[in-house]
Structure formats: structure tokens, C-alpha cells
């Protein structure tokens, strides 16, 4: 490991100033599971490490019926597993945090912090997505709000400037009727990347007609990608047996897999249609209880 320079900001503005200086050379840690592994391995080597665990307000973890929920920089993977809110309003979620990496990690690692990480296989950016999630950051040039689904540029790449910091993940609280689901499919459901996972979101109206609905892919493109043709063929119908194949297909035909190590892309792209099929068929029945 190189030498850096070690600092604990109190304030945002401290925390972006410091980035600012560092003009890209500086790296934030809340959790550090991730940036001490790649320091450790000279995959990163910043010249600044700028700890933001002393920045009050950064660990708010907060739900209200009209706002939606509220999480920090700060907040745990783990803390959202164990959440009955989370469990109660956005099930996907508390799933893909139930998957992600192993418990000693879970307790460290941070939501955040995988968001920003921005691999195309991260168990928590497909429910996000889903959820219609939006990004709070702060920088020197002032505040702004990005949904999830604008913030991933690529693998690894945000729009985030290098004086920004990501301080809270917003989610709108769900409407009646409403199922989510986030299924991942790998060797192992845990200490594992995802070969391929679905996340979706389904409300019915009271009709049972599809409302509003969501389906994003993980580790089948450089980015989650959003089945918008799958999403089309269900919206505004009562969805049977035929729509959910024929959704799940459009799901397959969308997806650009890679070959690699852990599967060809013709298995990941047939595992699309199978988990979207899966994933469609449970978030309907739960929208409907």
C-alpha cells in the first residue's frame, strides 16, 4: 500500500473543499470495503483518503408515508436487511442487501458506497432502479439531485464531479398494490457476484390492471439496463401466463451479456427470460394480496 494522506472532515463542505484540492487524486471511505481491498491490491492509490464518518447526518435512516425513505451515506447494507421498513416497503431492496457479499462485509459496507462503486453487477442498483430512486449530492458548486438510473455512466464511471459527495438515497414511498422483487441468480446467492439478476416493481390498479411497472437487469450490459419494450407489453393490461412470456422474452432479447469466467452470454441472456418470468409472476401475486 503507497502512502496517502488521512483526513476526517466534520462538514460537507470541509469534505468537498478537501476533493477540491485533490483535484481527482482523493478517494471518499465510509465503509471501506471496497477501497481498502483495491489499496491493498495497488488498484488504487490515492493520494488523499478522506474518511466521512464524522460528518453529522450522513447516517439518517428515515421513512414517512409521503416522503418515502431516506438513507444516508452512512447507513449499512446490513442495517437495510434488518429494517422492517425496509422488509415492510421495499422488499427488493431488503433482498439485495440480504445478498450482498457476506454478513462481516454487510456490517461494514454501505449503500452508498456500492451505489457510487458502479459495477454492473451490484445487487443493489437493480431495485433502486426499480424503485425509481433519486441521489442527493453535494459539492462546492452547491446541491443537486440525479435519479440512480442517470447517475452510472459505465463500469466503474458516475457523473459525480471529483469534489461531489453522494450524502443521501432517496426512495418514493410505494403506492397501494404494489409488489417488488429482486432475485439474483449466481453459484451462490452470497459472497458472489450476480451472473445475471432481475429486480421488479409492479402496481395494479383497482381494476388489476398493470399501473406502473419496472424491470432492470443487472450484469447483462455496463450498466443495469431497464426493459422498457418488456415493460410496454404489460402495462395497462391484466397480465396472464402468455403477457409474462412474452415479457420475459422481450427482457432476454434486450439484455447485451458478456461471456466470462462465470457464465456465456447465451446462458446469462436465457437466465433473463427465466428470472424475469419468475420475478414478474411473484411481484404481480404480492400487488394483488
Known amino acids: 500500500m503507497k502512502f496517502f494522506e488521512y483526513a476526517e472532515p466534520t462538514s460537507l463542505q470541509e469534505a468537498a473543499e478537501l476533493l477540491q484540492s485533490c483535484a481527482g487524486t482523493a478517494s471518499l471511505m465510509a465503509g471501506g470495503t471496497d477501497l481498502l481491498v483495491m489499496m491493498k491490491e495497488h488498484v488504487r ?19 414517512t408515508s409521503e416522503g418515502g425513505l431516506c438513507l444516508g451515506a452512512l447507513v449499512t447494507t446490513r442495517q437495510i436487511e434488518t429494517s422492517d421498513i425496509a422488509l415492510k416497503h421495499y422488499a427488493s431492496l431488503a433482498k439485495a442487501c440480504t445478498d450482498f457479499a457476506s454478513i462481516q462485509v454487510r456490517n461494514r459496507a454501505t449503500l452508498v458506497g456500492n451505489v457510487c462503486r458502479a459495477s454492473p453487477s451490484a445487487d443493489s442498483l437493480p431495485p433502486l432502479i426499480a424503485d425509481g430512486a433519486v441521489l442527493h449530492i453535494y459539492g462546492t458548486q452547491g446541491q443537486r439531485q440525479c435519479r440512480v438510473e442517470d447517475f452510472l455512466q459505465g463500469r466503474g464511471r458516475t457523473t459525480l464531479a ?67 419494450a418488456a415493460e410496454a407489453l404489460l402495462k395497462g393490461r391484466i397480465p396472464d401466463e402468455q403477457d409474462i412470456a412474452a415479457a420475459s422474452l422481450a427482457a432476454a432479447i434486450a439484455a447485451t451479456p458478456i461471456s466470462d469466467v462465470r457464465a456465456s452470454a447465451g446462458y446469462r441472456r436465457d437466465m433473463v427470460r427465466v428470472l424475469t418470468a419468475r420475478s414478474l409472476t411473484q411481484a404481480i401475486k404480492e400487488a394483488q394480496q
Open 45 to 63: 492509490a490515492p493520494s488523499h483518503v478522506v474518511n466521512i464518518k464524522k460528518i453529522p447526518g450522513l447516517d439518517d435512516f428515515s421513512f
Open 162 to 228: 471529483t469534489d461531489e459527495i453522494v450524502t443521501h438515497i432517496q426512495l418514493p414511498a410505494p403506492a397501494q398494490r404494489t409488489g417488488k422483487v429482486y432475485i439474483k441468480h449466481g453459484r451462490r446467492s452470497q459472497m458472489e457476484l450476480a451472473t445475471v439478476g432481475v429486480a421488479v416493481s409492479v402496481t395494479l390498479n383497482a381494476a388489476g390492471k398493470v399501473d406502473s411497472i419496472s424491470i432492470v437487469l443487472a450484469a447483462v450490459g455496463p450498466t443495469p439496463l431497464r426493459a422498457a
